[in-house]
């Protein structure tokens, strides 16, 4: 900070999009404070499956970013900040049926349009993966995808020194005055020429107006097997249906089969709008194991050994929320990613730096993040009046 | 009172009516039951199953031994020699 | 939707005297436990044609007649794997489903601390208390060469037993020094001298060694046999043996047991407060007549108290200051390659690999500390203690999180068999006591 005690940047929210911003300010040359109520990753970063997917990601927009953004993160990996926490791996997703064959022919064409990034390997019947369940229809395998554990890459983001430190610090209150903004952390205060409120779950703590939602997923994680036998992400093509739907739409959660380094799978994940992380059942343990068994039937023969739910900060209309905060001149918003944000941190990081600077958005992207500005929910509310 | 035969790998072990798998097997003289998916040793510790170090594979399937009676005909193999999934 | 039946879990004194008491009051009742028969820990039966070691043999002979007489019923190699926020609890095993009780009631007993040390993961050794069930079960005492170490009464207890059986042990090692503190002793009550008393006379008829104020350093394993390293802080020696008994204290088994706000929980004996045998019978019956008022009348059961608990509780304080030691200390200056974490194989180094105060999501998703499948049971107190500047003093009951289900691993065949619970009738009679 400034000889008057004033940072350039002070990021508020250490998970994988805030640590990515401090990150990337930190590497601009500016000064920089990372707050947090708690510590790093303690919500939806440091319970997600970790899977650094384009796949997944609904077409438009956040599919673009998120491939931008993959690139990007390859690029951390090669010595960079990333360098320990990315491992690049195929992913398969499967399907059963005619609509999700559909879904996966809207993938395959989603993937094409977006570039090489992410490629079809190989496109076939349950024989194409040996281990997958014979009562699987199609499966696809993709190359380009990688795995990162959400707190391995903020460990990774925090190894820069010249990021100060501040939690657990609940942020109290948030007020601009001319050219400063003063975060409240109880009885402490910082002082900041800008912000970054990457806040997820906590983001209507400040922002009450903002529809973002506390969306719980249940994961559930096996022992260990052999490492390696599953060599990526089984994705079910229920899933992709899933992310572009409301969560009540269908009535099963579909899985998502993740292997872990350790041998151990971790089988996700439920989207239920409570937000409530303490509500993990054997209902859903069960219902998501037996559709689990069907792609891959190994894992019968395991033990479930943890069990646990996150929280995702969810977006009204399913897009995460970056760009200037109403009501404010130097509040950069980027939040709402629904999971989304271990993919997306590191473009997402990069550029709210960026802005925070003074700098327009890499040209390539300006449309995409204009998408993601938190003025279209203002621009409703006008409309609506 | 006699109750069968469980099978370590090959070797037949016998076992009394009741008995558990990990009694059975420490009484022939097997105190190691191998090696985990980690490479630690796997033996009896808590006798109770809390500690599940006497893991073993058990017709295919990851068991405490102290915690499995045994039944006649049981298979039973080191834990990382029954963690195949293809 | 609730069914009628009220789920006790742990067929020990306080599952058992519980199940009577509320059997007795008209209600159903199922009681599971994981072993083959009734009897827990303290009051574990023989194999079929075995002799028994009768422990208070007639205080469990009264409660199991009383019980049997009562239309209670036992779902044995049943294993609980936790209750759910909406009161669902997870049976597998013999008795394999998901079950919506009007109540739980929860006797886990109590589990074994035993301090890190070189060596303690070598097969060979065990707990204290692994060996002393397994004496239970098979009427025999463990074959070969049997060193006990650590530190508690259970030592002595297991000594003589296995003396009376025929192979006393080659030296107990007790890192307190319990007949050093004779005015805090003769203020035990009569049955702890008594029991005490019979153990000693039986150890030094046999000249059995005891070797106080002196610690088991660390193991090694010299082919099939098990060298301990034995200190009492000036001089160190070796002792030769085929296998290794640790016990440094119980505690309570609450592990992945969590508070479940849509059901009436009761946690009765060991699991509540490690207070021994006699408690756990009291406190059984006592929270059984609880919980069936609380169940007739709408209110919460409140958990026992009595003045034979208080008593037992001062019984366990004194007890807990004559074998006061400083032995906790040695996990400061143990080598750094001495595992801490017996299931992922961490080490003292990946501990200190944290920094100096590592936060419990550190201790966790860093170091996978409490990560593997005993839930932290055996890591968790010596991680508290090992970043702790005095590992002497007393550390959080659960230093690696909060407990959450399962509180035993769940085999996924097993919760697929597991029918959700409709509110119907108990499914088949498969496991019922014979």
């Known amino acids: 900070m400034n000889a008057e005690g004033i940072y350039d940047a002070v990021v508020i929210g250490a998970g994988v999009v805030g640590a990515s911003s401090a990150w990337h300010l930190a590497q601009a040359g500016l000064s920089v404070a990372l707050v947090d109520a708690e510590g790093p990753a303690a919500a939806a970063s440091g319970a997600s499956d970790g899977a650094v997917s384009v796949a997944s990601k609904k077409p438009g927009p956040l599919a673009r970013l998120a491939t931008a953004s993959l690139l990007y993160t390859r690029d951390l990996a090669q010595g960079g900040p990333l360098s320990s926490a990315y491992h690049p791996r195929p992913s398969y997703i499967f399907g059963t049926g005619s609509a999700e064959s559909a879904a996966i022919d809207a993938l395959i064409a989603k993937l094409a349009q977006l570039g090489t990034a992410v490629r079809l390997r190989a496109d076939g019947d349950a024989t194409l993966l040996p281990g997958v369940g014979t009562g699987i229809d199609r499966v696809v395998a993709l190359e380009g995808e990688g795995h990162m554990p959400g707190y391995a890459a903020v460990q990774g983001y925090l190894r820069e020194p010249r990021i100060d430190r501040f939690w657990p610090a609940p942020v109290t209150a948030l007020e601009e005055s001319g050219s400063e903004v003063r975060i409240v952390l109880g009885t402490q205060t910082l002082r900041a020429k800008r912000v970054i409120a990457a806040l997820g779950t906590a983001t209507p703590r400040l922002f009450p107006t903002l529809p973002v939602l506390p969306r719980a997923g249940q994961l559930f994680v096996t022992d260990r097997g052999l490492a390696g036998q599953l060599p990526g992400a089984l994705t079910s093509a229920a899933y992709l249906l899933a992310k572009t739907t409301a969560p009540s739409v269908l009535p099963k959660p579909p899985v998502v089969i993740d292997p872990l380094a350790t041998g151990q799978y971790l089988i996700g994940s439920t989207r239920e709008d409570h937000g409530d992380p303490t509500r993990v059942d054997f209902e859903t343990l069960r219902e998501l194991m037996l559709r689990a068994v069907e792609a891959w039937p190994a894992l019968r023969a395991r033990r479930v050994i943890r069990a646990f739910a996150g929280v995702r900060a969810a977006v009204s209309d399913g897009l995460p929320i970056v760009g200037s905060a109403p009501g404010y001149e130097r509040v950069l918003l980027a939040t709402g990613f629904e999971g989304d944000g271990i993919c997306l941190s590191a473009v997402i990081g990069r550029e709210a730096a960026r802005m925070t600077a003074g700098l327009s958005p890499d040209a390539a992207l300006a449309a995409d993040f204009a998408a993601l500005s938190p003025a279209r929910f203002a621009q409703v509310q006008e409309g609506a009046a | 009172m006699s109750g069968g035969t469980i099978f370590w790998g090959s070797r037949a072990v016998p076992f009394l009516t009741g008995e558990s798998v990990a009694s059975a097997l420490g009484r022939a003289g097997v105190r190691s039951f191998g090696l985990g998916p980690t490479g630690t040793a796997r033996a009896v510790f808590c006798g109770i199953g809390q500690c599940q170090n006497c893991l073993v594979s058990i017709e295919g399937r990851s068991a405490e031994a102290c915690l499995t009676i045994c039944r006649d005909g049981l298979h039973v193999l080191p834990e990382a020699e029954g963690l195949s999934d293809v | ?434």
């Not at chain 3, 489903?97 to 070598?122: Q, S, Y």
């Not at chain 3, 090692?173 to 805090?184: D, I, K, S």
């Not at chain 3, 049971?377 to 399962?406: K, M, N, Y």
């Open chain 3, 1 to 434: 939707m609730f069914n009628p039946e009220i789920l006790i879990v742990g067929a020990g004194l306080a599952g058992v005297a519980a199940a009577t008491e509320l059997a007795r009051a008209g209600h159903p009742v199922l009681i599971v436990d994981r072993a083959a028969r009734a009897g827990g820990a303290i009051h574990r039966q023989p194999l079929p044609g075995q002799a028994g070691v009768a422990t208070a043999a007639a205080r469990w002979n009264r409660l199991i007649a009383e019980a049997e007489a009562l239309p209670i019923r036992w779902a044995f190699e049943t294993r609980f794997n936790g209750v759910d926020h909406q009161g669902t609890a997870l049976l597998t095993g013999a008795e394999n489903r998901m079950l919506r009780p009007k109540a739980l009631i929860l006797t886990t007993g109590a589990r074994e601390a035993v301090r890190p040390r070189p060596g303690w993961t070598l097969p060979g050794v065990t707990t204290a208390g692994a060996a002393q069930i397994q004496l239970k079960t098979m009427g025999a005492a463990p074959q070969g060469r049997v060193v006990l170490a650590g530190s508690g009464p259970l030592l002595i207890a297991l000594g003589a037993q296995m003396t009376r059986l025929k192979n006393p042990p080659v030296a107990i090692v007790e890192a307190g020094r319990p007949f050093a503190h004779p005015l805090t002793s003769l203020r035990l009550p009569l049955g702890y001298l008594r029991e005490a008393a019979g153990y000693m006379a039986t150890l030094l008829a046999a000249r059995v060694p005891i070797l106080t104020g002196t610690r088991l350093a660390a193991i090694r394993a010299e082919g099939e046999t098990l060298v301990s390293t034995l200190t009492d802080g000036n001089t160190s020696r070796e002792i030769v043996a085929d296998m290794v008994c640790l016990h440094d204290g119980i505690r309570r088994n609450d592990i992945g047991l969590t508070d479940c706000p849509a059901l009436s929980v009761l946690r009765l004996g060991d699991c509540a407060e490690a207070l021994g045998a006699r408690a756990a019978l009291e406190a059984g019956r006592a929270g059984g007549r609880a919980m069936a008022q609380a169940l007739a009348t709408g209110t919460t059961p409140t958990a026992p108290n009595s003045p034979l608990l208080d008593r037992e509780r001062a019984a366990q304080a004194r007890l807990a200051r004559i074998y006061a030691h400083d032995d906790f200390a040695a996990l400061h200056s143990l080598p750094s390659d001495t595992v801490i974490c017996r299931c992922e194989g961490r080490t003292l180094d990946d501990l200190r690999a944290l920094g100096p105060a590592p936060r419990t999501r550190e201790l966790r998703l860093l170091g996978r500390f409490g990560m593997g499948p005993c839930q932290g049971r055996f890591c968790g107190e010596w991680v508290a203690r090992a970043i702790s500047d005095t590992p002497q003093a007393p550390v959080p009951a659960h230093p690696l999180g909060e407990p959450r289900w399962p509180a035993a691993p769940i085999a996924v065949a097993d919760l697929h068999a597991a029918a959700p619970d409709t509110g119907a009738a108990p499914p088949h009679p498969h496991g019922v006591h014979e």
